[in-house]
């Protein structure tokens, strides 16, 4: 599985939008990124998972450039809410499910 | 409908005790997931199971740590004569082995802290 590499934590106001970057130079042909969001004491959750160029879903966007090395959630003018750790994951997607390598996230606090 | 639950959410135990930790999937999913989060750490695999395949075991950190899965229902992740240092939260995962993408859904995890 590709290395990840992003960073530890970030501060935002409310209502600013908050790009998150993360770097996988290894990302192979067959991998997808793939984001989740974990509030403190819980499970994570899936927010949004691309393999080129944009992704927008209620949550998030997920921007994704041509040589797929990079790509960055953004969260368009969070709220207090959206305080969590975020984790960005690259993987191969296929019909048999394998286990998620998830590193240590991006820290996200969102100050009003 | 019901997401993944698990029980108990905390434990408490001594040093050598024996611990199971219960894992209910969301019904009908058919990959259920182990892992185990250290505080203030990313997840780390543990087990996997897929329908009625053989568990991928490779993330059991030690001969301590076993877990069982009844058909495609619920999972119970045992730890023998418990360490310190397997204090940490345990999650359980499910998803459905169709999808053409591997969206795993997390219940809200086990509190295990050995004394």
């Known amino acids: 599985l590709a290395k990840t590499t992003q960073p530890i934590s970030m501060d935002s106001y409310e209502g600013q939008e908050v790009n998150i970057t993360c770097s996988h130079n290894?990302?192979?042909?067959?991998?997808?990124i793939t984001w989740y969001q974990q509030f403190p004491s819980q499970g994570p959750r899936f927010i949004i998972q691309?393999?080129?160029t944009k992704v927008t879903n209620e949550v998030a966007s997920l921007f994704i450039p041509a040589d797929r090395k990079s790509s960055t959630l953004s969260l368009p003018r969070v709220s207090l809410s959206d305080t969590a750790v975020y984790y960005c994951?690259?993987?191969?997607?296929?019909?048999?499910?394998?286990?998620?390598?998830f590193g240590k996230g991006t820290r996200l606090s969102v100050i009003a | 409908g019901a997401g993944v639950s698990q029980s108990p959410s905390n434990k408490v135990t001594e040093k050598g005790k024996d611990v199971e930790l219960r894992c209910d999937p969301i019904?009908?999913?058919?990959?259920l997931y182990w892992y185990r989060q250290r505080l203030g750490q990313g997840l780390e695999f543990l087990i996997y199971?897929?329908?009625?395949?053989?568990?991928?075991k490779s993330g059991l950190p030690s001969d301590r740590f076993s877990a069982e899965r009844t058909g495609e229902s619920v999972s119970t992740l045992t730890i023998q004569r418990t360490q310190q240092e397997d204090s940490a939260v345990y999650l359980c995962?499910?998803?459905?082995?169709?999808?053409?993408?591997?969206?795993?859904?997390f219940g809200p995890g086990t509190r295990l802290t050995v004394l």
């Open positions: 199971f897929q329908g009625n395949s053989a568990p991928d």
């Open positions: 019904s009908g999913h058919t990959a």
């Open positions: 691309g393999y080129k």
């Open positions: 290894n990302i192979a042909t067959n991998d997808y």
């Open positions: 994951l690259v993987g191969v997607v296929d019909s048999g499910n394998t286990p998620l390598v």
């Open positions: 995962a499910s998803s459905l082995s169709e999808r053409s993408y591997n969206e795993q859904f």
